[in-house]
């Protein structure tokens, strides 16, 4: 009978794609040498916007030179990232899905908040802005928010339970929290899971603009000057085991996903809550059985925002008492962007990055001290620490929580 030490969930693969381009090293490597990816946004329509800066893919990112031409005309733009990130996860992990019956105790569960936004994008433009007729006849294979999963399903021989998680800003912290169920649950011994998001449209960049969140220089968290959110595009994909499955086979373990916590504000659908946030940290560390003065390090929620930051050291200061002093925090969205239902995927590499090379990330334009968030936030440069425990936050529109626990196995 397996032991709850053999279905503890470990992670053996990560790959991704973000403004700093394909793969899990070159995003590490730009985090921890504190180096911004916040550019210029690129798009046709630019002129027409007040979208000033994002942190988008390189032009240069050439999916064909990935997947197949068949396979890339049903692809939207958001999964053809998470396909490419996945390639490169099960990659690294080492396994191999024909044999016995791996395929079928695998499963594959992705984050994304909004899915597929640029075929929605184009073909509304073709209906409504050319007057067209008909659409392109792939459009609903690309468009609905479970293509990636199914593709990544498909591309590998996955049989096991596919499906996506879709909370906003929390999508990835959720989707890699019902992985690792699985995994505990036994009903699965493999999950590749994690988020994606390609949310660069001309329509939801309208829509960014009327709610009045968006930086129009940079990202400034925790900072007295900060004024808004930028917006990203990207992915990030792991490979979970249980670690029975992993030592099994001798896999490189990257980390342990320990603690899960998740929770819901019940309050208003875009102001944060300090009890919400709180709840859903000192669930994360009750089910990693830990204590709030294991902890070394936070990857902040971090977006930038008046009430965000605010809230969320609030929430900190709520859940750790005199240790928040302890803690170092920073919020990797100021180099990386917001990529919404991908964020918490990509603040995961940063995480491990962290566990494993004893370097904290910084909070880049933490220009002036903010006498309400009065925490260590590892202020503009990256600082040598090595760490055991760390936590990583993602708080969502619509009040929902996710909170990671991670460790070193």
Not at 41 to 59: D, F, G, M, S, T
Not at 190 to 197: F, H
Not at 270 to 299: C, H, W
Request: hydrophobic share 45%; net charge negative; with cysteine.
């Amino acid at each position: 009978m397996a032991t709850s030490d053999d279905r503890a969930t470990v992670i053996t693969g990560m790959g991704a794609v973000s403004a700093y381009g394909i793969g899990a090293a070159p995003l590490w490597e730009a985090l921890r040498a504190g180096r911004s990816s916040i550019a210029p946004l690129r798009h046709p329509r630019a002129a027409e916007l007040r979208v000033e800066v994002a942190a988008q893919v390189p032009a240069d990112f050439n999916p064909g030179a990935h997947i197949a031409e068949r396979t890339l005309t049903m692809l939207d733009r958001s999964a053809q990232f998470a396909l490419v990130a996945a390639a490169e996860a099960i990659a690294q992990s080492g396994l191999d899905f024909t044999l016995g019956d791996l395929s079928q105790r695998t499963g594959v569960i992705l984050g994304t908040g909004i899915g597929g936004e640029t075929t929605h994008d184009e073909q509304s433009h073709r209906i409504y802005g050319e007057g067209a007729t008909r659409v392109h006849p792939l459009t609903i294979v690309r468009l609905m928010p479970n293509a990636a999963a199914s593709q990544i399903s498909i591309a590998h021989g996955l049989r096991g339970p596919a499906f996506v998680v879709a909370s906003a800003c929390a999508s990835s912290n959720h989707a890699l929290a019902q992985a690792a169920q699985l995994i505990r649950s036994g009903l699965a011994d493999v999950v590749v899971t994690g988020g994606t998001e390609a949310c660069l449209t001309y329509g939801a960049l309208r829509a960014w603009e009327a709610m009045r969140v968006l930086s129009d220089d940079t990202c400034r968290p925790f900072s007295a000057n900060r004024r808004g959110l930028v917006l990203a595009e990207g992915a990030a994909v792991f490979v979970l085991e249980s670690r029975a499955h992993a030592r099994a086979r001798g896999a490189r373990i990257l980390g342990r996903l320990a603690g899960i916590g998740m929770s819901s504000d019940a309050g208003d659908i875009v102001a944060p809550d300090v009890v919400g946030a709180s709840a859903a940290m000192t669930q994360a560390l009750r089910d990693a059985e830990l204590s709030p003065k294991d902890v070394d390090y936070i990857n902040a929620h971090g977006t930038g925002t008046v009430a965000n930051d605010l809230a969320e050291t609030r929430a900190i200061r709520r859940s750790f008492g005199a240790h928040a002093d302890g803690l170092a925090v920073s919020s990797t969205k100021s180099m990386h962007g917001h990529a919404l239902g991908a964020a918490g995927a990509l603040e995961l590499v940063a995480v491990l990055g962290a566990l494993a090379d004893g370097v904290l990330p910084p909070t880049l334009n933490l220009d002036v001290p903010d006498p309400e968030c009065d925490l260590d936030y590892v202020a503009n440069a990256p600082r040598q620490r090595a760490i055991r425990v760390a936590l990583s936050n993602s708080f969502a529109f619509g009040g929902l929580n996710a909170v990671l626990a991670l460790t070193r196995d």
